[in-house]
């Protein structure tokens, strides 16, 4: 399917079921597809991202991925008070990629495309670039100063994997690129490779616990996963947070966009979100149904100890490496942002 069509499918989605909704007040596309043109074919294992904006201080839970008209489509909720201004937005890492392009899809108002225009104007800025690796740098600190140190064995897995994770995003931010989540890893190696720091990456990869992981042993984590991934999706039954993502109609971003990486040569850069997809299935089964728990944990706890993780301990000890890891990283994306600046003035 061509990237147009998604478009249209999302926009289809906005005016027909979107636009309905209490104190609605635009949309907008974010995430990985924002810069490939119309005419592109859909990538596999990718979903279009939509911004809901609506005027709300409690937002109700994101409906997550859905299935319209045959694409594959992922709605989140923004509150209109996240986007109070270009500053609010230009210092989270979170929302000024999305509007560094106008992608806006419906706008009654016009604020969201004012908005985009200035956004648009100095989201390239040291000051803004420094702030926004800032905000990941401090969300890395604070995830991983806190994670719990009982619970099922998904907690801790989770609150260790995803500030962990975000070391790639402090490198695609300095870099002025798409933060994205699932291929977070991948971009960054990308970046890193052009830069000629791939040393650096593999200190991040180190840090995940995959540096040395062979793609055997990846893709037979990848069937544990499927076979895991299956049974919770028939599972599940209380409404979670990443619920759209445990599904049939998600399968293929998971399982088949692992797959892809695999076979690319990339299986280094499938762990992360393998090893989220895990966490996520267990955290269905300790909800809906913990008698699964025995038969699937031993095969969620093998890929943990291919990390290095065996225990509460041997997180809590590689949070401390990646703590301390921390000046380094923010050396990097400094000297990332002057090369940046640099290179703008001699063009």
Same mark, same amino acid.
Not at 11 to 19: F, I, Q
């Given at each position: 399917?061509?990237?147009?069509?998604?478009?249209?499918?999302?926009?289809?989605?906005?005016?027909?079921?979107?636009?309905?909704? !209490?104190?609605?007040?635009?949309?907008?596309?974010?995430? %990985? +597809?924002?810069?490939?043109?119309?005419?592109?074919?859909?990538?596999?294992?990718?979903?279009?991202?939509?911004?809901?904006?609506?005027?709300?201080?409690?937002?109700?839970?994101?409906?997550?991925?859905?299935?319209?008209?045959?694409?594959?489509?992922?709605?989140?909720?923004?509150? #209109?008070?996240?986007?109070?201004?270009?500053?609010?937005?230009?210092?989270?890492?979170?929302?000024?990629?999305?509007?560094?392009?106008?992608?806006?899809?419906?706008?009654?108002?016009?604020?969201?495309?004012?908005?985009?225009? !200035?956004?648009?104007?100095? @989201?390239?800025?040291?000051?803004?670039?420094?702030?926004?690796?800032?905000?990941? #740098?401090?969300?890395?600190?604070?995830?991983?100063?806190?994670?719990?140190?009982?619970?099922?064995?998904?907690?801790?897995?989770?609150?260790?994997?995803?500030?962990?994770?975000?070391?790639?995003?402090?490198?695609?931010?300095?870099?002025?690129?798409?933060?994205?989540?699932?291929?977070?890893?991948?971009?960054?190696?990308?970046? =890193?490779?052009?830069?000629?720091?791939?040393?650096?990456? !593999?200190?991040?990869?180190?840090?995940?616990?995959?540096?040395?992981?062979?793609?055997?042993?990846?893709?037979?984590? #990848?069937?544990?996963?499927?076979?895991?991934?299956?049974?919770?999706?028939?599972?599940?039954? +209380?409404?979670?947070?990443?619920? %759209?993502?445990?599904?049939?109609?998600?399968?293929?971003?998971?399982?088949?966009?692992? *797959?892809? =990486?695999?076979?690319?040569?990339?299986?280094? !850069?499938?762990? @992360?979100?393998?090893?989220?997809?895990?966490? *996520?299935?267990?955290?269905?089964?300790?909800?809906?149904?913990?008698?699964?728990?025995?038969?699937?944990?031993?095969?969620? *706890?093998?890929?943990?100890?291919?990390?290095?993780?065996?225990? @509460?301990?041997?997180?809590?000890? *590689?949070?401390?490496?990646?703590?301390? @890891? #921390?000046?380094?990283?923010?050396?990097?994306?400094?000297?990332?942002?002057?090369?940046?600046?640099?290179?703008?003035?001699? %063009?």
């Amino acid at each position: 399917m061509k990237v147009k069509q998604v478009r249209e499918a999302a926009a289809d989605w906005v005016r027909s079921r979107g636009s309905g909704l !209490e104190q609605y007040c635009g949309a907008y596309i974010s995430g %990985s +597809t924002v810069g490939l043109p119309d005419d592109a074919d859909m990538p596999i294992g990718s979903d279009i991202d939509v911004m809901v904006v609506l005027n709300r201080d409690n937002l109700p839970m994101k409906p997550g991925k859905l299935l319209h008209q045959g694409v594959l489509v992922e709605i989140s909720f923004l509150a #209109l008070q996240q986007l109070s201004s270009p500053e609010a937005v230009l210092s989270s890492y979170h929302l000024a990629g999305g509007l560094r392009t106008d992608t806006i899809i419906d706008d009654p108002t016009g604020y969201l495309r004012k908005l985009q225009s !200035e956004v648009s104007r100095h @989201f390239a800025q040291k000051k803004w670039v420094r702030a926004r690796c800032e905000h990941v #740098l401090q969300s890395i600190q604070n995830g991983l100063s806190s994670i719990p140190p009982a619970g099922p064995w998904h907690a801790p897995i989770t609150s260790w994997l995803f500030p962990t994770g975000i070391t790639t995003h402090v490198i695609l931010v300095a870099a002025l690129r798409n933060p994205t989540v699932r291929l977070r890893y991948l971009a960054a190696s990308r970046v =890193l490779a052009a830069d000629n720091r791939m040393a650096l990456y !593999e200190k991040l990869l180190r840090l995940l616990g995959c540096e040395t992981i062979s793609a055997q042993r990846v893709e037979q984590h #990848l069937q544990q996963l499927e076979r895991t991934f299956d049974t919770a999706a028939a599972a599940a039954r +209380t409404l979670l947070p990443f619920s %759209s993502d445990i599904t049939a109609a998600a399968k293929p971003i998971i399982i088949d966009g692992s *797959r892809v =990486l695999i076979k690319q040569g990339n299986h280094r !850069e499938a762990v @992360f979100w393998m090893m989220a997809t895990f966490a *996520r299935c267990h955290h269905i089964f300790t909800v809906d149904q913990p008698e699964l728990l025995p038969v699937y944990e031993p095969s969620f *706890r093998e890929m943990a100890a291919d990390l290095g993780i065996y225990s @509460f301990e041997d997180m809590a000890k *590689r949070a401390r490496q990646t703590l301390n @890891f #921390l000046p380094e990283l923010r050396q990097a994306a400094e000297q990332m942002i002057q090369a940046s600046e640099a290179e703008a003035h001699r %063009s």
